[in-house]
C-alpha cells in the first residue's frame, strides 16, 4: 500500500468518529504510523488531504471511461458506491468545511477541469466550444448537488438507480462526448 493511502485510510476511519473541522494531523499520522514529515511531504494541511481522497477516487476513475467498455455510468456507479461506503466522512467534510475549502467548491471545480481535459483529449479538440463549456459547468455543478442529496438523504436510494439517473441527466450535448454508456 502506498504512503498516500495508508494516510488517507487513517483519516478515513478517524472521520468515523470526529467531525472534519477537528481532525488533526497528529491523530492521522498517529493512526496510520508515519512520521509527521512524511504527511507534510504529501500534504500540505489537513484539508489537502480532505481533498485528495477525493480527487484521486474522481481521478482513477474518470481515466478509465471509454476503456474496455467502461462507460460513465461505470464512472457514476463506481464513485457514488466509494461516496456511500466513506458516508460518513463525506457527510462530516461538506458540514464541517467553508468559504474556500468548502468541500462542493472544490469537488465541482476539480471534476469540471478533468472532465473538460478527458473531453478535449478523447475528442481531439483544442478547446472545448463556448456551449459545451456551459452545459458541462451546468451538469457537474448540478451532479455535485445531487451527490451531496444521496450523501445526507436518510434513504439513500440504491448506486445502480443513482447512477441510471445522473446519466439520464446529463444534457444531450455531453452525451457523445463522455462515451455516454448506461
Known sequence: MNTQKMIADAMLEIAKTTAADKITVSAVVKKSGVARGTFYKYFANINELFKWVCTSQLDKRIDKIGA?????YDFVLELIT?????????????SNTYGNEAY?????????????????RRNGLKELPEDIVFYLRMFVYASAEMYGEQI???????AESFALYLCRGMPEPL????LYTV
Open 68 to 72: 474496455d467498455g467502461y462507460g460513465y
Open 82 to 94: 466509494f461516496i456511500m461506503q466513506n458516508v460518513r466522512f463525506f457527510r462530516n467534510v461538506i
Open 104 to 120: 462542493y467548491r472544490k469537488m465541482s471545480e476539480h471534476y469540471f477541469e478533468v472532465a473538460s481535459a478527458n473531453i478535449i
Open 152 to 158: 445526507f438523504s436518510q434513504q439513500p436510494m440504491d
Open 175 to 178: 452525451k457523445p462526448l463522455i
